[in-house]
């Protein structure tokens, strides 16, 4: 039986999440387990709770737990104590939007595949890249459909990043790519309370990708699955 853990940033309720690993429990060839935080952590990155303090695991129901941590702090807990077994595979997602280019600095959706690499296991960062309705079932499928071909561009120091375009006819097919660079469009609103404080609200501008022919995003908008490979760490030999 092949193991695989589960995780998110979305949270452990999140649809994409949940329809994954129903497709691929009724499979009937993996074993899967779903540790995933208990609310939404999007935009953590790498971030370790366990390092300030205890995290709580919550189990929910067969092989599955929400965790008080972060998406890092999941693949944590489920390798050093969780599961009986090391997973074979470590999937983070299915993210609900894009994480293409620069957006993997930020991503927990990458961090949480990052951090199993780290610890030696192969592991994919999987989105759905798009907005307005989000086609699960056919994500979800497709993926799975797709496993062993998906897993098989892992290698040592490096885990495996897939934005799938939101199509409800699903992809053309898959090509190899690399992160595009991302042009951020924030706005900050500053608003003054009574105590003489200062609240700081973000919000999000309509943002840009460099749209270099062969590229994450250059291939997600010809409706292709962007695939790419992406060290675990600044330094690093092959």
Aim: glycine share 8%; proline share 5%.
């Amino acid at each position: 039986m092949f193991n695989i853990l589960l995780t998110n940033d979305d949270g452990v309720n999140s649809e994409g999440l949940q329809k994954l690993a129903e497709v691929l429990r009724s499979k009937g060839k993996y074993k899967v387990a779903v540790i995933a935080p208990e609310g939404n952590r999007s935009g953590i990155s790498h971030a370790v709770s366990l390092l300030n303090g205890p995290v709580k695991l919550s189990k929910l129901g067969e092989d599955t737990w929400s965790c008080s941590g972060y998406p890092t702090d999941c693949v944590i807990v489920a390798t050093k104590w969780a599961l009986s077994v090391m997973p074979d595979l470590v999937i983070s997602g299915i993210n609900q939007g894009e994480n293409m280019g620069t957006d993997i600095i930020y991503s927990g959706t990458v961090g949480a595949a990052r951090q199993a690499s780290l610890m030696g296991i192969p592991a994919i960062a999987l989105s759905l890249a798009g907005k307005g309705i989000f086609h699960w079932d056919m994500a979800a499928c497709w993926a799975v459909d797709h496993l062993d071909e998906l897993a098989a561009f892992w290698e040592k120091n490096t885990f495996v990043n897939v934005n799938i375009p939101n199509n409800p006819a699903g992809p053309e097919g898959i090509v190899v790519t690399w992160p595009a660079v991302k042009r951020y469009h924030d706005k900050l609103t500053v608003m003054n309370a009574p105590d003489s404080s200062d609240w700081c609200f973000l919000e999000g501008g309509d943002d840009t990708f460099a749209m270099e022919a062969g590229s994450d995003c250059d291939v997600v908008s010809r409706n292709f699955v962007s695939v790419s490979s992406v060290y675990n760490h600044p330094i690093h030999k092959k």
